[in-house]
């Protein structure tokens, strides 16, 4: 019975006092000590139980974390009794919690154990102790500690209320900021629709007046050009140059007075037809394909004729070459746009060899015509040997290589801005449209089940439900996702498809291949090649000459290919004795020996701002290539080079195309001295001056430059693609293609329809205001164009500068200066909005200024606004 007893208070016993540890206190006067228990095996009976007295419970707060709220769980510590005597603290007190909790507590432990893992502990933080504390007893401190721990709880539930509040009232006003932007947004469009039509209206007619004006220009020059009969076909009409190269072909000798008559008709005809393949606006698409298909075949045929005719003069020596010596003969002839030199030894009888043959002498050359010196290698007989040099002013290679062409031209390129904002008006009024609806929907089932949880909260009101109260605060928090702004969706995405341009347009190029978007040869070709001298007519008697025919009749290339290659650097941590050294610099010297040595002195029409890289034209891949040139040295006060290479192909100097951007400043103003209009433009390397008047633009000056070039051309008028022609010839190239954002760091691309507008109404501007660079353009993004503004009417009295900022929506003054400490987009108090420049000046400039544009001739707007958009001034400053 005693073991059933024993048993039975074993099972009554709570799972808590397996756990805890057992109080010990001393005994009152109040209650005797109790008889000592002998723990042996049988004094585990009824009777030894009930002599204990009662256990006493205290309540202790403890910090624990529901599963999904947060909650207080009081665990019930018992105190057992001991052989020690009880203390006054240990007698049970009336206001004790009740024992309904203590067993609400201990069946939720029970029924919570299974679901353990899933509960979170409440993160209760640390209160600042009151001033009393140490005077409190315990017991005042967990009263104390409860009723904190209550007051914060009631503060965080307020916070949880007003952020609830608060996401409601933003989610409000956002609603209510997305109508009042579409109805502001359907207002300017009003406004566009009004005056911005009305604008680029203008515009068109002034474009259409320029091309008019061009289209009256080309009839002339074909009616004079047909009073001319001077035999020779029309550039302008592709059937009569087709029939002009179908002639040409037919005739397979050609001389050197061929070549010349051929040089002097040839070259202007390119010239022409680069201007017009250049302006493509005048014709169609097919009609600039035909052009560009005839300029094609005419290089071409004018290179086919050089070679033909260098072989027609190697066929006979004794007749059209000079003999120094009866070893020697050369050649030299200058024609429209090509120097043509030949160096020939002449091969003498074969003589009985000597017992001991002298080491043999490398062969030296000189062409003091075209400024070149070359020495051949001792492993090139120069008893023999035939060299040709000859500069072509003309680069007749470049245009066959695949990395000259740019790849494909931008959508928009003459989209106007009226246009464009409808465009990106619908498309933002729809994707607005768009996402209200998924809102709509979104909400809509939010508070579908946000009703179905306050529904099932209602009818369990005995539950807790911190899992259905949590989902709850979620829901009422929750926003749709990915509806970004429209019109900042619509930015981004006209960015990215830029950046995907740039991206089609960039070139992969091999090791040593020179990318031609990046560089640009200069100077002109420079063909220095070894040949094999043809078999020379024999005069035999009565007048008959014997020649032996060697197929096929064309120029044949010696066989002279030494490929060089650097010695590997050594390993790291490993250091070579003096004697490796010198052993390694004999060793690369010697096979410097088998490479012949070129000396160049670089024409001075083309400004060397930086060192040239020498390149050399693959002929089978139509390539530029630095594969074979080695010890390369630049004599930048001589401006010469010198370089050794392993074959003797057509050489050429590549210029960076872009060496003087991004533009460190540029300036336009009306001129003083005439009704033209002064653009100037500071470039990394050089500064440029154009003089725009009528429908021509003239070079007024250039500084910083190394060399002469280019003024030969100043003041002289020229159309303003000729003008562009002239000075990426001379390697002074300040009119960037589109693709140009790949090689120029530094570079702001701007939204191209809104830059190329803004160009026009400062072109109808240009007599009346000074435009200037403003340094907070670069960093101000695609879509905003920021520069310095100020009338330029009154000649007595100059103003002081604005900042003007343009975006493809509207034009204003802003708030702050070149020199402020910030930049700001706020605009100047009063100021209305206008949907471009153009109309920003209709309101906000003086009586002269408003009456400007209104006198100004459609050809000197044209051409400033031609200008403008080949510089590019604000995507490269």
């Not at 539930?157 to 006003?173: C, F, M, P, S, W």
């Not at 002034?206 to 001077?230: G, M, P, S, T, V």
């Not at 063909?527 to 008959?544: C, E, F, S, W, Y």
């Not at 100043?714 to 300040?734: G, L, W």
Request: aromatic fraction near 10%; include cysteine; proline fraction near 6%.
């Amino acid at each position: 019975m005693a073991k059933k007893d024993k048993k039975k208070n074993e099972r009554q016993e709570p799972p808590e006092a397996e756990v805890l540890e057992e109080t010990l206190v001393a005994a009152t006067d109040l209650e005797q000590p109790p008889e000592e228990v002998q723990y042996t095996d049988t004094s585990y009976t009824s009777a030894s139980f009930e002599s204990l007295p009662p256990p006493v419970e205290e309540v202790k707060p403890k910090k624990k974390k529901g599963k999904k709220g947060k909650v207080e769980e009081v665990v019930v510590a018992k105190k057992t009794t001991s052989m020690f005597d009880w203390s006054d603290e240990s007698i049970p007190d009336e206001q004790e919690p009740p024992v309904e909790e203590e067993e609400d507590h201990s069946k939720s432990r029970k029924r919570g154990k299974k679901g353990k893992k899933d509960k979170k502990k409440e993160e209760i933080p640390e209160f600042e102790k009151p001033p009393n504390w140490r005077k409190m007893n315990k017991k005042d401190r967990d009263n104390w500690l409860l009723q904190r721990i209550e007051e914060w709880r009631a503060e965080k539930e307020a916070e949880k209320q007003a952020i609830l509040a608060g996401a409601k009232e933003k989610r409000l006003a956002e609603a209510r900021a997305r109508a009042a932007l579409m109805v502001k947004d359907k207002e300017q469009m009003e406004v566009r629709g009004d005056l911005l039509r009305k604008t680029v209206i203008l515009f068109q007619k002034y474009e259409q007046q320029k091309l008019e004006f061009e289209k009256r220009k080309n009839l002339r020059a074909e009616w004079h050009q047909y009073l001319r009969c001077d035999g020779l076909p029309d550039p302008r009409i592709v059937t009569q140059m087709n029939t002009y190269l179908h002639l040409w072909r037919q005739q397979h000798l050609c001389d050197d007075n061929d070549l010349d008559r051929r040089c002097l008709e040839v070259l202007p005809m390119l010239d022409l037809l680069d201007e017009i393949t250049a302006d493509t606006r005048q014709y169609t698409d097919s009609q600039i394909r035909n052009f560009n298909e005839v300029r094609m075949a005419l290089r071409e045929e004018l290179s086919n004729a050089i070679q033909v005719a260098s072989y027609t003069l190697l066929r006979d020596l004794e007749h059209h070459f000079q003999w120094p010596s009866i070893k020697l003969s050369t050649y030299e002839r200058e024609f429209k746009g090509l120097r043509l030199n030949f160096w020939v030894a002449v091969r003498m009888p074969t003589r009985k060899p000597k017992p001991v043959e002298p080491e043999p002498e490398p062969v030296e050359l000189t062409f003091p015509a075209m400024k070149v010196a070359i020495k051949l290698p001792k492993i090139i007989d120069g008893s023999c040997a035939c060299v040709r040099a000859a500069r072509s002013l003309v680069d007749l290679l470049s245009e066959r290589s695949r990395t000259f062409p740019l790849t494909l031209d931008i959508n928009n390129k003459y989209e106007d801005l009226y246009t464009f904002n409808i465009k990106e008006h619908e498309v933002t009024y729809k994707l607005k449209v768009e996402q209200d609806e998924v809102r709509t929907k979104f909400y809509k089932d939010i508070a579908a089940r946000i009703k179905e949880i306050e529904t099932f909260i209602k009818s369990n009101p005995f539950l807790k439900n911190e899992k259905e109260k949590e989902e709850l605060d979620n829901l009422n928090m929750a926003e749709p996702q990915g509806l970004p702004d429209p019109r900042t969706y619509f930015i981004e995405q006209n960015e990215l498809a830029f950046t995907k341009y740039l991206k089609k347009c960039a070139y992969k190029t091999r090791p040593g291949e020179i990318n031609l978007r990046k560089y640009r040869v200069c100077g002109g070709i420079l063909n220095v090649d070894l040949l094999t001298t043809p078999p020379q007519a024999k005069r035999m008697a009565r007048g008959i000459a014997l020649t032996t025919l060697e197929l096929p009749k064309q120029l044949q290339q010696s066989k002279y290919q030494v490929r060089y290659r650097a010695p590997s650097p050594p390993p790291p941590g490993v250091t070579r004795t003096p004697e490796e050294i010198e052993a390694e610099i004999k060793r690369v010297e010697a096979e410097y020996e088998n490479l012949a040595l070129v000396f160049i002195e670089l024409p001075q029409d083309v400004m060397w701002s930086e060192p040239p890289v020498v390149c050399q034209w693959y002929e089978p891949r139509h390539l530029w290539m630095t594969t074979y040139i080695n010890d390369y040295k630049f004599n930048e006060d001589k401006l010469t080079v010198q370089f050794r290479t392993g074959v003797l192909w057509p050489i050429g100097f590549a210029t960076l195309r872009y060496s003087n951007l991004p533009y460190q400043g540029w300036d336009i103003r009306p001129d003083l001295e005439s009704e033209g209009v002064v653009i100037s433009v500071t470039g990394v390397c050089v500064s440029v001056t154009w003089l725009c008047r009528g429908s021509s633009v003239r070079l007024l000056w250039i500084a910083n430059a190394t060399t002469p070039a280019l003024k030969d051309h100043f003041h002289k008028p020229y159309s303003v693609k000729k003008m562009i022609q002239i000075m990426r010839e001379a390697a002074c190239d300040f009119f960037p293609d589109f693709d140009a954002h790949n090689q120029v760091e530094g570079s702001c691309p701007k939204e191209w329809v809104g830059e190329r507008h803004t160009y026009h109404a400062m072109a109808f501007l240009s007599r009346a205001y000074n435009f200037q660079w403003s340094r907070w353009n670069a960093t101000a993004g695609s879509r905003n164009l920021v520069m310095q503004i100020r009338e330029a009417v009154d000649r007595k009295r100059e103003a002081k500068f604005s900042l003007l900022h343009a975006t493809p929506q509207h034009a204003t003054i802003l708030n702050c200066t070149e020199l402020s400490q910030e930049f700001n987009l706020e605009p100047l108090a009063g100021l209305q909005f206008y949907p471009d420049l153009f109309t920003l000046n209709l309101s906000y400039g003086s009586v002269d200024a408003r009456r400007a544009p209104f006198l100004m001739k459609y050809r000197l707007v044209e051409t400033v606004f031609n200008m403008l958009t080949e510089l590019k001034l604000c995507s490269f400053s």
